[in-house]
């Protein structure tokens, strides 16, 4: 029997339309600090409690290359008092905060495609963190969408998406979907320590989907998967340590390490050359000159990461149309990062260029998804 040939048929975004700049997020900081300040002055004289120090915005833009990011919940993450989103909780009978925003981007996948959801036969939501240990997001995803078949969560945080196109291409081969929606709603603000200097800054809230189907029900337009690679190395230097065995009492709730922390410098050194290795390689393996990959859509974390490893696949440091950015606008938004940056800069490419879809992150984790434009 003849392997039956997965490809990506379209993409989706959704965009809260809401925005933080770095100027408001540092004055919003720096309230806070004022306020830490002086509420614990004597504590801090006594050297019982740390002087916070305040943030800026000039250090943000240099240490990251991030300018502002789209958030679910603007005021509650700016209000000093809060630090951090927040929304009227919902009843089960409305959809989750997570669902509903995967649900938008997985419509404007399935319309680029033009394709009916009765004819999608599964959901993987692969996302960094999840609303609810069960029923699965996907699931809730699923039945808005009314779709049939079958639907599961899955993460590898900053990897997530990667994860579930190859996860997606590996049913589509072995025969057990013919067209898969991977979504991937990212609300990153949600779980960020706004009160933490180092990386108050890094994140941002989106959704993206990505539609994987079998070649022959595909559009004319869509991208040939030419191969997927993914890697994992155990690493504590990004961590968060929130879940259901320690969730539940008042102690641990809202304390820094329940939420991401992360050795940002040794993430730095240790990830680029992992990441740039491991493009280098899976090219080889597939007799693609790493050179001539027309363009590289890489994780958003940092601007910095993103120009080295370019610099050590292409040879020479990449320029806006070989590694466009979404970072500016959106910050880092984990697994949805490399999509978005996908979904927004893929319409110029002619029909045979070949291109890099890689994202990287907690775990250590990464995955790399060779594409090639078809018409
Ligand atoms: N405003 C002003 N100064 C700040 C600051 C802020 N918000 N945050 C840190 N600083 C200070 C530090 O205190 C330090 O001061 P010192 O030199 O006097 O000690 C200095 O700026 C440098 O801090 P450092 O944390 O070493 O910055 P960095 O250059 O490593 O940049 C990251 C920080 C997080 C942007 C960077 O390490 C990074 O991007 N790492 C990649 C990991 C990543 O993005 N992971 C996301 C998950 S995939």
Not at 276 to 282: D, L, P, R, S
Not at 344 to 371: K, P
Request: glycine share 6%.
């Amino acid at each position: 029997m003849s392997e039956i040939t997965p490809v990506i048929s379209a993409t989706g975004l959704y965009t809260p339309p809401e925005t933080i700049t770095n100027d408001e997020l540092v004055a919003s900081f720096n309230a806070y600090v004022e306020l830490h300040n002086s509420r614990n002055a004597a504590a801090i004289a006594a050297g019982e409690v740390e002087e916070l120090q305040p943030s800026s915005a000039e250090f943000i833009e240099k240490a990251s290359g991030i300018k502002s990011r789209h958030v679910m919940s603007k005021a509650p993450t700016l209000d000093p008092e809060t630090m951090g989103p927040r929304w009227p909780e919902r009843s089960n009978d409305e959809i989750s905060v997570m669902a509903e925003i995967g649900v938008k981007a997985a419509q404007d996948a399935l319309r680029a495609a033009g394709r009916d959801p009765a004819d999608v036969d599964a959901v993987l939501c692969a996302a960094s963190n999840m609303q609810r240990p069960y029923p699965a997001m996907a699931i809730e995803i699923q039945q808005a969408l009314g779709i049939e078949g079958f639907a599961f969560d899955m993460n590898v945080a900053c990897s997530s998406a990667t994860f579930g196109i190859q996860t997606a291409a590996d049913f589509i081969r072995s025969g057990n979907a013919r067209s898969v929606l991977v979504v991937s709603p990212e609300i990153c603000t949600g779980h960020n320590n706004m009160k933490n200097r180092d990386s108050h800054f890094i994140f941002g809230d989106v959704a993206t989907a990505v539609l994987v189907e079998a070649r022959d029900m595909a559009p004319a337009q869509h991208w040939e998967i030419v191969g997927t690679r993914l890697k994992t190395v155990f690493s504590n230097n990004i961590r968060n340590n929130f879940g259901f065995l320690n969730a539940a009492t008042p102690e641990t709730i809202g304390t820094p390490d329940k939420l991401f922390v992360q050795e940002g410098r040794k993430v730095f050194k240790e990830v680029v050359p992992m990441v740039a290795t491991m493009i280098v390689e899976h090219a080889g393996d597939l007799g693609i000159e790493p050179a001539s990959l027309r363009r590289l859509w890489l994780h958003q974390a940092n601007s910095g990461m993103n120009r080295l490893i370019s610099q050590r696949v292409l040879g020479h440091e990449a320029n806006d149309d070989e590694s466009p950015t979404v970072l500016d606008t959106y910050g880092n938004t984990s697994s949805a990062g490399s999509i978005i940056a996908f979904h927004l800069h893929n319409s110029d490419l002619a029909a045979g260029d070949t291109a890099l879809i890689c994202s990287f992150g907690a775990g250590y984790s990464a995955g790399t998804v060779f594409v090639r434009k078809v018409a």
